[in-house]
C-alpha cells in the first residue's frame, strides 16, 4: 500500500518514513564513502541499492522514496543529520547495517525488557534509551545475554565508545545539526522550581512552570481536552523546536496526594458556569497572579467562542492550576517534581543507558 493511502491512519506513519529515510541516507553515505547530497538521496539507483545492502526497517522502500520525493524539508534534513553523523566521528569505517525496529534494534529493546522485567523496573523504552534508529557493525549481530540492567547498560556505553552498537535519536533539522553524547555515567543536572509564569490569558488551557534554568520549562495541561484525559506535563526548551518529551502527572500527584478536582465534580456545575469561573480565578491567586473583572469577562468570551468541550476545558485548567497551587505552597516537594521529570523526560534516569543525540 501506499504511503499516501495510509498516511491518516497512523499518526506515527512519518516517524516511521523519515527514520527509515535517515537510515537509507546513511546507507548511501557509507557505499559511496563520501557527504550526502540531496541529489545522492534523490537518486533511485543509489536508493534502492543502499536499501537493499544495508537497512533493516519496518516499511518498504517504495515508501521511503516516494516520501522522500514528496517531502523536500524532510530531505534536508536527512542530508544534513547523515553529514553530521559522518563528520562527528562516532560512526567508524563503513560497516554498518543501519535498523529500524527491525534487525538488531529489535533485540536490543528485547533484551532491555527481559532485564527489566526480572528485575522489576518501571520504565519505558524511550526512557531507557531514545535511539530511534540503531546502527551495528557485521561483528555485532548477536547481543550476549546479561544478569542485570545494570550490567546490559555497561555493554552499551562500551559498544557506543567502539562504534560497534550505536542508539542514534533524530530530530528535524533546518541548519548545521549538533550531535551529542548523552552519558548516562555523568553526574545529573538538576533543575528547581521557580514559579508559575503569568499567562497570555486568564482562561488558558494550563500552566507554565518557571525553572532555574531560564531556558527551560515545563507546560502543564491536558493535551486532549475534547476526550478528558488527564494532565500531562511537556518539557520546552527555549529556542529549540524540540519537546523534550510528555510525562504523566498521575505519579506525583498520588505521592503528594495533590487535589484534583473530578471529572463528575466538574460535570455538576456544567449549567453553572460560573462557579468554575469562579474557582479558575481563585486558584490563580493561589498561583501568584490577580486578574480584573474586565479581563476576565473579556478572556472568558474569547475561550466560549473556541466551542471547547466544556467539562475537559475546565478539568484541564483547573486541575493544572490544582498542581500550580501545590508546588507555589510546597516549593521542597515542587523541587523534587521538577528534577525527576526532567531528569526521566530527557532520558536521564537511574536506568537509563548511553545515547548520541542528533538535533
Known sequence: MRYKEYLNESASLTTTLQESLHCVGL??????????????????????????????????????????QTNPSWVTSVVNNVNALRQSGWLKG?????????????????TFNILKSKQKIRLSNDKWNPGDIWVNTSSMRVLPTFETLQEYNSFISSALQ?????????????????????????????????????????????????????KLSLNVRSFRTSTRSAIT????????????????????????????????????????????????TSLWKDNGYNFSERQIQKDWETRKSHGDDTVGYFRSIINSLQIGQFMMQNKGHANDIMSHIYLEASSMGEYSSDFIKVY
Do not use: W
Open 94 to 110: 563503513n560497516n554498518y547495517l543501519f535498523n529500524r525496529t527491525k534487525g538488531i534494534m529489535d533485540d536490543v529493546y528485547s
Open 27 to 68: 546507507g548511501i553515505s557509507q557505499m559511496t564513502n563520501s557527504n550526502l547530497t540531496q541529489q545522492m538521496l534523490l537518486n533511485g539507483e543509489l536508493f534502492t541499492s543502499a536499501f537493499d545492502k544495508y537497512c533493516k526497517v519496518d516499511i518498504g522502500v517504495n515508501d521511503i522514496f516516494e516520501f522522500a
Open 162 to 214: 567502539d562504534g560497534t552498537l550505536i542508539g542514534i535519536s533524530l530530530k528535524k533539522t533546518k541548519g548545521k545539526p549538533k550531535v551529542l553524547f548523552v552519558d548516562q555515567g555523568s553526574d545529573k543536572e538538576y533543575v528547581s522550581f521557580k514559579g508559575i509564569k503569568k499567562p497570555k490569558s486568564v482562561f488558558n488551557t494550563g500552566i507554565t512552570v518557571l525553572t532555574d534554568n531560564p
Open 233 to 280: 506535563s511537556e518539557l520546552q526548551l527555549k529556542g529549540s523546536a524540540a519537546r523534550h518529551g510528555k510525562k504523566t502527572l498521575s505519579g506525583y500527584i498520588k505521592k503528594y496526594k495533590i487535589p484534583q478536582m473530578t471529572v463528575k465534580q466538574i460535570q455538576s456545575y456544567e449549567d453553572d458556569p460560573q462557579h468554575l469561573i469562579n474557582m479558575v
